[in-house]
C-alpha cells in the first residue's frame, strides 16, 4: 500500500470520527430541547362521582358531561355537571380544581349546582349559571375566577332554562339561548346587559328535522323508532359576521351523541343547517362528541369541548373530550376529531392552522400510533368476566379487573414485536367504589409503576408513580424521549377506591414496521327509500387494524370520520337525504396509516 493511500486512509478516518462525534454531539443537544406537550382525550381531570343516588344503581361511578371552556385572561376555565366547583389551567393540559358551591342558602340541598352549566364573558366580567326551570338560581359573576372570588349578579333569574347559554356580541349586546327537548326547538332572547332581564320574549331558533339528517336519528345506530331525537346544549360563536348556533343531538347515552351547527346573520334567527355534525366521534376508544361549547386558544385558534360517551353503570356516565376545531376558507364550521383519541400537541404558537389539516389529520394529531390493539395481555388475576383483552380491545366500555385493589395487582402488554414507544395512556374503570363515593371527593389519588422490557426478561422502570397524591383517572403519560421497547408492566401501588380495573391501556407510538397498503374495492350504496343511509363495504388490509372513513357534501370538505375497527364493512346512518356525498378510505395499522383511495361520489 502506497504511503499516499495510507495518508489518504487516516485522514478519512479522522473525518468519519469527528463526524460521528458531531453527530453525537448534535443528538445530545436535541435530546435537552423538550419535546411539545401533548394530551390524549378523554382529559386526564379528576371527575367527581354521580352525585344523585338513584342515578347509581349498577355501581358507583365517575361522570360529568356538558362542559364550556371559556379564555378568560389568558388562562382556560372549565366548567361541567355537578362537579361543585370549575378547573382552570394556563396551558390546556394541567388543570387545577377550584372547589365552589354555586347554589343560595335557599337551594340547600340540590344536588344541581351546576347542571349543563351556561358561562359567559360579559366585558371583563365572568357569569355562570347552572340548569334550572325555577326562578330560585342566581347568576354568578367574578373577575377573579383563579381566586375564587365570586358573588351574585343577579339573585333570582327571572325566566331561567334548561342548558342554558351565554353570548356577548361584538356590539355588548348579550343573548342566552337554551332547550333540552324532544318536542321543542332551542330558544333564544336577547338580555338586558346591565341587570340581565329579558328584553322581550324567547324566540323558536331551531328545530331538529330528523327526517332529513340521518345523524339526528335517535338510538345507537340511528335507527331507534321509539323515541324521538332531542335537542340540547346550546353555544353560539360569531366567525366574519356570521352566527354559529351550535346544539346537541341525539341524545348523549349513544355513540353518534354529536353537535350540529346551524350559520345565520342575525344572532336571533335566519340559520341554515350544516348538512353534517359539526362534532361526531362515533367509532375509537372514545366515542361521542356532543354538547359542548367552541372557544379560541390563546393563539386565535379554535378549539371545540364536548361530552364522550360512558354508559355503562348508568345512561349518564361520560367524560369529557378536546378537539381541534376552527373554519375553512368559505367559514364552513369544522371539527377534527380524526384520531381524536390519539395524542395531540396543545395549544402552540409554532402550530400554523391550515385549516382542516392534510388528509384530513389535524395539525395537533402527532402521527404517533396505537401499538397494542387486541395485543396479547397477561395479568396477576381476573375478577368475574372483567377479561384481561377487554384493557387493550379500544372500546371504554368494556375492562379489566383484578380481583382486589391491593399493591401488587399487575396487567402487562405485549406489542408483539420491538417498537418506538412515545407516550402511554392509563385509562381506569370503577368497579366496585365504595357505596359512599357521592359528588367531588378532592383527597383520593393513584398510585402505580410503569416498567418496559424488550425481552420479557430484563425490567427497567419507565414511571414510578408509588408517591403520587393526586387523582388520575385517565393517567397519560408523554415520555421525555421515545424508548425501544415490547413489552410493558402497569402493577397498581393505591387505587383510591375499588378493585384496579382497567378500560384502556394504551400505548403509542411506531411499532417499526411497514405501514399498510391502500384499501381497494371501496363501495358505497345508497338507496333510494333512504337516502340517509348507506351501507359501505371494501376490501379487508391484511396488515391493518382499523379504517378511517372520510365524507362529506363536498369532495374538498370531507370534514367528519369514522374509525371502523377489525371489520371491513359498515352501516352508514348519518347522511343527508337531499345532498350528494364524497368518500375515501385509509387503512390503519401501528406503523401508520395508507394513502386515501381515491375520491368516490355517491348519489
Known amino acids: 500500500m502506497s504511503p499516499a493511500l495510507v495518508t489518504s486512509i487516516n485522514h478519512f478516518a479522522t473525518l468519519r470520527s469527528r463526524v460521528v462525534l458531531l453527530l453525537g454531539f448534535l443528538g445530545c443537544c436535541l435530546s435537552l430541547i423538550a419535546q411539545p406537550k401533548t394530551y390524549c382525550n378523554p382529559i386526564n381531570i379528576d371527575y367527581g362521582y354521580t352525585p344523585i343516588p338513584n342515578f347509581s344503581n349498577w355501581g358507583r361511578h365517575r361522570t360529568t358531561a356538558d362542559p364550556v371552556i371559556v379564555n378568560y385572561k389568558g388562562d382556560y376555565y372549565l366548567f361541567s355537571t355537578n362537579q361543585q366547583g370549575y378547573w382552570w389551567s394556563s396551558d390546556m393540559l394541567q388543570w387545577h380544581f377550584i372547589s365552589h358551591k354555586f347554589l343560595r342558602p335557599w337551594n340547600t340541598g340540590t344536588y ?13 366580567t365572568m357569569i355562570v349559571m347552572g340548569s334550572t326551570y325555577t326562578k330560585n338560581f342566581s347568576i354568578w359573576m367574578s373577575t377573579n375566577p383563579k381566586a375564587n372570588d365570586w358573588k351574585p349578579l343577579v339573585d333570582s333569574f327571572e325566566i331561567g332554562g334548561w342548558d342554558p347559554a351565554f353570548f356577548t356580541d361584538d356590539d355588548g349586546k348579550v343573548y342566552m339561548y337554551n332547550g333540552s327537548s324532544n318536542r321543542y326547538p332551542v330558544y333564544g332572547i336577547e338580555l338586558n346587559r346591565k341587570d340581565l332581564s329579558p328584553m322581550g320574549t324567547r324566540k323558536e331558533m331551531y328545530l331538529l328535522e330528523s327526517w332529513r339528517y340521518g345523524w339526528q336519528r335517535f338510538g345507537e345506530h340511528m335507527d331507534n323508532t321509539f323515541l324521538d331525537p332531542f335537542i340540547e346544549g346550546a353555544w353560539m360563536t360569531k366567525h366574519n359576521n356570521k352566527y354559529y348556533l351550535q346544539y346537541g343531538a341525539p341524545g348523549t347515552e349513544f355513540s353518534g351523541y354529536a353537535d350540529g351547527v346551524v350559520v345565520g346573520h342575525n344572532p336571533m334567527g335566519g340559520f341554515v343547517p350544516q348538512s353534517d355534525p359539526l362534532s361526531f366521534k362515533i367509532g375509537g376508544y372514545v366515542r361521542g362528541a356532543g354538547h359542548g361549547s367552541t372557544f379560541q386558544d390563546r393563539f386565535g385558534k379554535y378549539w371545540h369541548v364536548s361530552t364522550t360517551v360512558v354508559s355503562v353503570k348508568n345512561t349518564f356516565e361520560r367524560r369529557i373530550g378536546i378537539w381541534p376545531s376552527g373554519f375553512d376558507h368559505d367559514d364552513v364550521m369544522y371539527c377534527n376529531t380524526t384520531f381524536g383519541d390519539y395524542p395531540h400537541y396543545i395549544p402552540d404558537k409554532n402550530i400554523h392552522d391550515v385549516g382542516y389539516g392534510k388528509n384530513g389529520k389535524s395539525p395537533y394529531f402527532t402521527g404517533w400510533m396505537l401499538l397494542n390493539y387486541n395485543k396479547p395481555i397477561q395479568t396477576s388475576s381476573t375478577f368475574g368476566n372483567y377479561l384481561p383483552n377487554y384493557a387493550v380491545d379500544e372500546l371504554i366500555k368494556t375492562y379489566w379487573s383484578a380481583k382486589t385493589g391491593d399493591p401488587g395487582e399487575w396487567i402487562q402488554t405485549d406489542l408483539g414485536n420491538l417498537s418506538t414507544v412515545q ?17 367531588k371527593w378532592t383527597q383520593q389519588y393513584h398510585q402505580y409503576k410503569l416498567s418496559f422490557s424488550e425481552d420479557g426478561k430484563n425490567w427497567k422502570m419507565l414511571m414510578d408513580k408509588s408517591r403520587n397524591k393526586t387523582d388520575i383517572p385517565h393517567e397519560y403519560i408523554q415520555l421525555d424521549k421515545p424508548i425501544q421497547a415490547r413489552y410493558l408492566r402497569l402493577e397498581n401501588r393505591h387505587m383510591p377506591t375499588g378493585k384496579f380495573a382497567i378500560s384502556g391501556f394504551r400505548v403509542f407510538g411506531n411499532g417499526n414496521g411497514q405501514k399498510p397498503e391502500t384499501v381497494k374495492d371501496l363501495v358505497v350504496l345508497r338507496t333510494e327509500k333512504d337516502k340517509r343511509s348507506a351501507y359501505i363495504k371494501w376490501k379487508p388490509s391484511n396488515n391493518a387494524f382499523a379504517y378511517n372513513i372520510y365524507y362529506g357534501t363536498d369532495p374538498e370538505k370531507r370534514y367528519n370520520c369514522i374509525m371502523v375497527h377489525s371489520n371491513n364493512e359498515y352501516w352508514m346512518k348519518a347522511m343527508d337525504s337531499q345532498k350528494t356525498y364524497y368518500f375515501s378510505i385509509e387503512a390503519i395499522n401501528e406503523n401508520g396509516v395508507s394513502n386515501q383511495t381515491p375520491i368516490l361520489k355517491v348519489e
Open 112 to 124: 344541581d349546582d351546576l347542571c349543563a352549566p351556561a358561562v359567559g364573558i360579559i366585558g371583563d
Open 423 to 439: 407516550a402511554v395512556q392509563i385509562n381506569y374503570a370503577d368497579q366496585d367504589v365504595e357505596t359512599n363515593r357521592l359528588g
